[in-house]
């Protein structure tokens, strides 16, 4: 007959597996999404954000921008 395992056990086993590996989770892909490919050759090399991440934040930020002007001061 199987063990029975518990909830508790399983927890630590994800964590020490994710500890394991470094390169996923929630955290690495948004920052993937966000900042341009890691150099595997320079891994400490800065890594600047993408050209798409900084056009989008710019559009967001013009339009709150906007909204702020024509809804408070004019």
């Known amino acids: 007959m ?10 630590v086993w994800f964590k ?11 955290w690495k892909a948004t920052l993937d999404l ?3 490919p890691r150099n595997p050759f320079e891994p400490e090399q800065r890594r600047l954000p993408t050209r798409g991440f900084l056009i989008g934040a710019a559009v967001i930020l013009v339009a709150v921008g906007w909204f702020v002007y024509f809804n408070l001061f004019h």
């Not at 199987?2 to 399983?10: I, L």
């Not at 020490?16 to 929630?26: N, Y």
């Open 2 to 11: 199987a063990e029975q395992v518990t909830p508790e056990e399983v927890h």
């Open 16 to 26: 020490e597996h994710f500890r394991e590996r470094p390169d996923i989770g929630e």
């Open 34 to 36: 966000i900042l341009d």
